[in-house]
């Protein structure tokens, strides 16, 4: 495995993303340090984003029907990241990628209607 730009990046890689959170943190807990290292593992669905650009990773996908899916994702600002390494290429058929794309970006979400049981 070895570093790779994000131009090179397909639709349905499986890639590991090297970055550095900005989340906010306790001196017990940072100690002084400001740069966390994060490693994401996810599916690369593309760069979103108007005022700034994301890489976003698919991490669990539900689905629904044919043409629906639930997706867990991560979205991760382009100027934290470190690095970005193709675990595998290809993990995903890219007509698979375009439609977790799809679901992400209708904004649908996933709703489990539970039975009621009446003593």
């Known amino acids: 495995m070895k ?3 994000l131009d090179e990046l ?4 499986l890639v590991r993303v090297n970055w550095f959170d900005a989340s ?9 340090r400001l740069d ?6 996810g599916i690369y669905l593309g760069v979103l984003g ?11 996908s539900f689905k629904l029907n044919k043409d ?3 997706v867990d994702y991560t979205c991760i600002p382009l100027s934290f ?3 970005v390494i193709v675990v595998r290429k290809v993990e995903l058929p ?3 990628a375009d439609l977790l794309l799809l679901s992400f970006t209708a904004g649908r979400r996933r709703i489990i209607k539970r039975r009621s049981i009446n003593a």
């Open 3 to 5: 570093e790779t730009d």
């Open 10 to 13: 397909e639709k349905g890689d």
């Open 24 to 32: 906010r943190g306790q001196a017990l807990t940072i100690r002084g």
């Open 36 to 41: 966390i290292p994060v490693y994401s593992w």
């Open 50 to 60: 108007q005022k700034r650009r994301h890489i976003v990773l698919a991490q669990n």
């Open 68 to 70: 629906l899916y639930d």
């Open 81 to 83: 990241l470190e690095s």
């Open 94 to 96: 890219e007509d698979v």
